[in-house]
């Protein structure tokens, strides 16, 4: 399998600074891959998000790359569940 990264040149110092993301004030964020509800997108994201991480360092950190695979795998199982519950959540009550 062999996937592509665009990874963007380097912006300078200052241009970074002018266009510094509104909503992005720190150096690091937290991925949170646990879904609270059957349609939480940002847990979504934050699988994907692992999964192309783990992927691009395989050949680097194997270890670590099986682990987060293995995690996002559990997490999307879960989020599974969730969805078939909601699901048959909604049927029962249209059913009532």
């Given at each position: 399998m062999r996937i592509e990264v665009f990874v963007p040149d380097e912006p300078k110092k200052e241009e970074r600074k002018k266009k510094s993301p509104r909503g992005l004030e720190m150096?690091?964020?937290v991925l949170k891959?646990?879904?609270k509800e059957y349609d939480d997108v940002y847990?979504?994201?934050s699988r994907e998000a692992l999964r192309?991480?783990?992927i691009i360092i395989r050949?680097?950190?194997e270890l670590l790359s099986d682990d987060l695979l293995?995690?996002?795998e559990y997490e999307e199982e879960l989020?599974?569940?969730k969805v078939e519950e909601s699901l048959y959540d909604r049927f029962k009550q249209q059913c009532s």
């Open positions: 150096k690091y964020f891959p646990r879904s847990a979504r994201a192309t991480y783990a050949e680097e950190n293995r995690w996002t989020y599974k569940k």
